[in-house]
């Protein structure tokens, strides 16, 4: 049966492996058999301080992105989330849905308010109610995001589950399924193994970015964290050695190949064989997207024009929902 997919990226500059490993690459693929909506999401960038004017390049770059790593736009709905003012009206209803003690157990906030609570932004603490807002607008069924998105589905179905029972309207809202990938949910950093590749990350040697040429992606996968000892030949014997393991991951997810194969194909090698067909296979699958990039950001009328038929048909959908919310929770509708 077809799925209903929904899921969102930041558009906070330069995409790494990992946004494409773990959540974009997947997208691709899900387009094939479902009904998706992908979504810019603009209005969450700004839940931590933004340049105006690098906020509006960072949103045609994030679209060019999903379009050069092979979304289609006709296929699936990409837009920015704040052309679409359903987004933001659904998120303050749901603002009143949410309970406070659930907003207190949220990682992501304790990890992005850091040692500073007092002085985060509001927005950055109800983060996950717009997030909330942007999948029930959609009725979507799954929503495919990296491991680190986990507690924010958890509470979006919280939410949705509680909505529903205070306006005692049973299945209104759609409580939806992650869809978290088994392997590689995590891409990590090439200098610790431990820590999550991210763009908040003050060091480029720990990330490769989507737009790394190949001379960047071969230095830094050459001074990659690794150890001296040869590849194992058991997977259980990689969880004792992360910089190997988010390697062979990395390899395994690049070549669709399942990653006991990789371990078996690389059993008794050295690292540094790992690590030049490591670098082979980011360079062929890599750095055409980036050059597509660069290609498409010299278009902006296209992006734009990407963007603008995405919210009609985004809009279509959320504008009838959020009328529907507006009639649950009993505002006056006003007659003509
Ligand atoms: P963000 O850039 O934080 O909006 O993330 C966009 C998507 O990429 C989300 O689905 C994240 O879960 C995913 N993502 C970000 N960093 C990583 C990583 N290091 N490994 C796997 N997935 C990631
Ligand atoms: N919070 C997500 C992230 O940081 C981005 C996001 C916003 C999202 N709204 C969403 C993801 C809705 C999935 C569905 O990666």
Partial sequence: MKKKIFSGVQPTGNLHLGNYLGAIKNFVSLQKENDCIYCVVDLHAITVKQDPKELNQNTLETTATFLAAGLDYKKSIIFNQSSVSAHAEFAWVLNCVSRIGWMNRMTQFKEKAGSNK???????????????????????????????????????????????????????????????????????SLKDGKKKMSKSDASEQSRINLSDDKDTIANKIKRAKTDSLPLPGKKSELSSRPELENLMNMYSSLSNNKLENVINDFQGKNFA????????????????????????????????????????????????????????????????
């Fill in 118 to 188: 007092e002085n985060a932004s509001i927005g950055l603490y109800v983060y996950p109610n717009l997030m909330a807002a942007d999948i029930l607008l959609y009725d979507a069924s799954h929503v495919p995001v990296g491991e680190d998105q986990k507690q924010h589905l958890e509470i979006t179905r919280d939410i949705a589950q509680k909505f529903n029972n205070d306006f005692n309207c049973k299945n209104f809202l759609i409580v939806p399924e992650p869809l978290i990938q088994k392997e590689f949910s995590r891409i990590m």
């Fill in 273 to 336: 064989f790992l690590k030049d067909k490591l670098t082979e296979i980011l360079i062929e699958k890599i750095c055409p997207i980036g050059e597509e990039i660069k290609k498409l950001l010299n278009d902006a009328t296209y992006l734009n024009q990407v963007l603008k038929e995405g919210s009609e048909k985004a809009h279509s959908i959320a504008s009838s929902k959020i009328e529907k919310v507006y009639d649950k929770v009993g505002f006056l509708k006003l007659k003509n």
